[in-house]
């Protein structure tokens, strides 16, 4: 069949008149409004997440960094006290226990357990060992945490080794006192009426009061 061109009057034309025009038209716009700032909305939001997003990156390789160096940190700490305190109990005891310095995580929070071992076995300086290891450990303490932070070459004593009574123990401590004191370099007061320590001494002075009024003598070795 033959193409034809329809005419005009076969189609149905449906007129809109001006006042629902102009109801479409604003509502229109105010949807295209809505659109537009829903679009800049969501525009802003992308930009957002994707600062958020690498905020978030940036911090979590920063506490990656972070833990790394606490964890060297903690290691070189383990060892550096470590270290010294078990050189110390070593040098005056003839079956000394490992000193032993151990960071855990408990409550979100960095811990440090200090721990005598022997055999194996971990104990709990404060309740399983004796006075005499317990002054040692004590001693050598002092003088690694001085060690860390060196502002002063001065450290003061007040009556310490009070459990050592073996008379071997006391020339052991001694000579201890002295090794690790010039080791480190640092200088130590140390308050005691203890024989075998003032005989050790550099310097020995006596203090006395009298009256009220208090006097400082060199004493001669």
Known sequence: MPWRPVPLHDYVYETVDGEEFQRIKKAFTVTKAKYDNLSEELRKQKITNTINTKKLETGLRARALIQKVAQETQSKLEYHISSLVTTALSSVFPDPYEFKVKFEQ?????????????????????FETGGGTKDVASFALRLAYWSLNKNRRFIALDEPMPN?????????TADMIKTISSKLNVQLLIITDLDWILGAADKVFNVSIENGVSSVVEVNQ
Not at 106 to 119: G, S
Not at 167 to 172: A, F, I, T
């Open 106 to 126: 408990r409550r979100n929070k960095t811990e440090c357990d200090l721990l005598f071992v022997k055999n194996g076995l971990e104990r709990d300086p404060m």
């Open 164 to 172: 050592i009574h073996a008379d071997d123990l006391k020339e052991k």
